[in-house]
């Protein structure tokens, strides 16, 4: 995630998300949000405003238009809107860059693990997703490694939920979905997961300690789903 992408299109679809997920009387009394901030760069990315609004939160929409035009775009200011805020959870962000040196990476997701001790939804937000065996080592910053989800499911309470952020690559679908599940198995030891996606640019990985888990966070959020056309599995995309 970077500072620059926030408000714009694909930051509407992720926070109404979490915020419906929060919501689905699931029992999570906390919201802990893994930033994976990388500096802002010169690029055009997170400019994308024409938000699709759906049965989304019109609400989530306005604010997040107001914060997209301010020149001093900043993931900090989540916890000031309204349904974060006022929340009856807690909101448990880490908002410190993610470093380079791998014992700095590796106390960063141990922050990560430290807020996870009661029932929450956890999210991590790299900018491209989960990591790639051809990143070079100037831009692992930007994804989130198999060790990291391995430690943060470990540590997590039961009764939690890991969601994780991916660009979605230029690879066949039908391809990508079985494969990444299979490395999310095979190199972080994961064995509930599935994934859904909003827009087929993007996706997220659900993960749960437990399969009854993985199966009450789905059924509370298929009528969501279905409303704002969330691809996954249970539609035959697998």
């Known amino acids: 995630m970077k500072n620059q992408y926030f408000g714009d299109s694909r930051d509407f679809y992720k926070y109404d998300l979490l915020l419906k997920l929060m919501g ?3 029992g999570f009394e906390q919201l802990v949000m893994g ?3 990388t500096p802002d760069d010169q690029s055009t990315d997170g400019e994308i ?3 699709e609004l759906g049965s989304r939160d019109k609400k989530l929409h306005d604010w ?3 914060q997209h035009h301010r020149p001093d775009r900043d993931v900090r200011r989540l ?7 006022q929340a009856p959870w807690t909101y448990s962000p880490v908002l410190d860059v993610v470093p380079d040196d791998p014992a700095a990476r590796a106390a960063y997701v141990d922050q990560v693990v430290a807020l996870s001790s009661l029932p929450s939804l956890v999210f991590l937000d790299p900018d491209n997703g989960m990591m790639t065996r051809s990143a070079s080592p100037g831009l692992r910053c930007k994804y989130v490694d198999y060790p990291e989800v391995a430690r943060i499911v470990e540590s997590i309470h039961e009764e ?16 990508f979905y079985p494969a990444a599940l299979g490395r999310l198995r095979a190199e972080a030891g994961v064995r509930h997961v599935t994934w859904l996606s909003p827009d087929n640019v993007v996706a997220y990985f659900l993960i749960t300690k437990a399969r009854k888990r993985l199966g009450d966070v789905t059924a509370a959020l298929k009528p ?3 409303s704002n056309a969330f691809r996954g599995p249970s539609r035959g995309e697998a």
Do not use: H
């Open 160 to 175: 939690s939920a890991l969601l994780v952020f991916q660009y979605l690559p230029r690879m066949k679908r039908e391809k």
């Open 49 to 51: 405003r024409d938000y």
């Open 224 to 226: 969501y789903l279905a």
């Open 64 to 66: 997040l238009q107001a």
């Open 79 to 85: 916890a000031d809107y309204p349904a974060v805020a």
């Open 35 to 37: 930033w994976w901030l």
């Open 24 to 26: 689905c009387g699931l």
